[in-house]
């Protein structure tokens, strides 16, 4: 199958902010241009049309329709969706639901588990993937492309990854917000009232942004130029370190790592 084939992408859930996000951003995207899209959603159609969106209710139609099929769902509501995709690709954007208990579900060898965050509505999210099988670069160089369009994408050759990055990447702003919920705390404790806290707090992260642009640079260098200028910033860095500072971040994700791989247990295999 040429890249020309992948005629018609299938986004179940497709109304969701995650499937809407993907198609509003496709629709953006020239080396896109001739893909269309067939959403399904048990809520009633969009008010928005376009030429290369039509909607649906009945799953299996899209299924039949579509030459890649993408999950965007509920891991809570995946069970009762019962589908043969008969080897077509499947890209799955649910978190704990594993590539073989899909599979072995949708009678596909093609699955593709893809972990979005929140900035996919803004095209700045970071999101891995993993395709169970590499026999089909023109599927893998198709995914690639359909997933740059909401960000910046990553495939993984192993698939505990995309558990392990559930936890960070796809947290999108909540570390972040509770890094400025502690600092507006701190603030507040010491008498800057609570609105101008909390705007000071939303301020310095919104700027601080531009710090990471460049994907390459390693987060411990911003940190070690303050760290070295030796100043307020550096005694408060210091004394975050010495209260167990990375200890707490890595139990965090460490929990989170956990709850994912054991996200669904009944039915994950």
Same mark, same amino acid.
């Given at each position: 199958m040429t890249a020309s084939n992948y005629h018609t992408v299938g986004i179940i859930g497709g109304l969701g902010w995650l499937g809407s996000a993907l198609t509003n951003s496709a629709l953006l995207s020239e080396e896109l241009a001739e893909v269309k899209f067939i959403v399904?959603?048990?809520?009633?159609? *969009? =008010?928005?049309?376009?030429?290369?969106? =039509?909607?649906?209710?009945?799953?299996?139609?899209?299924?039949?329709?579509?030459?890649?099929?993408i999950m965007s769902v509920r891991p809570q509501d995946w069970a009762s969706i019962?589908?043969?995709?008969?080897?077509?690709?499947?890209?799955?954007?649910?978190?704990?639901?594993?590539?073989?208990?899909?599979?072995?579900?949708?009678r596909t060898k093609y699955v593709i588990r893809a972990l979005p965050n929140g900035a996919c509505s803004n095209q700045q999210s970071y999101t891995p993937w993993y395709c169970t099988s590499q026999d089909n670069p023109t599927l893998l160089d198709f995914i690639a492309k359909l997933l740059h369009c909401i960000g910046h994408q990553d495939q993984y050759d192993l698939e505990d990854h995309i558990e392990v990055l559930t936890a960070i990447s796809g947290a999108g702003p909540a570390y972040p917000a509770l890094l400025a919920q502690a600092l507006q705390q701190s603030a507040i404790k010491l008498g800057i009232p609570q609105d101008k806290a909390q705007r000071a707090v939303n301020a310095t992260l919104l700027g601080s942004g531009a710090a990471f642009k460049d994907l390459s640079n390693p987060p411990a260098n911003t940190v070690f130029v303050f760290e070295e200028y030796q100043g307020t910033t550096a005694a408060g860095l210091a004394k975050m370190k010495q209260c167990g500072f990375f200890e707490a971040v890595e139990s965090g994700?460490? *929990? *989170?790592?956990?709850?994912?791989?054991h996200f669904d247990s009944p039915t994950k295999e």
């Open positions: 399904s959603s048990r809520r009633a159609t *969009a =008010t928005e049309k376009h030429p290369r969106v =039509t909607f649906t209710q009945d799953n299996q139609a899209l299924v039949d329709a579509s030459d890649l099929i019962t589908l043969n995709l008969r080897d077509k690709p499947l890209m799955s954007f649910m978190a704990g639901i594993s590539s073989h208990a899909l599979s072995k579900k949708h994700v460490e *929990a *989170a790592y956990d709850k994912a791989i």
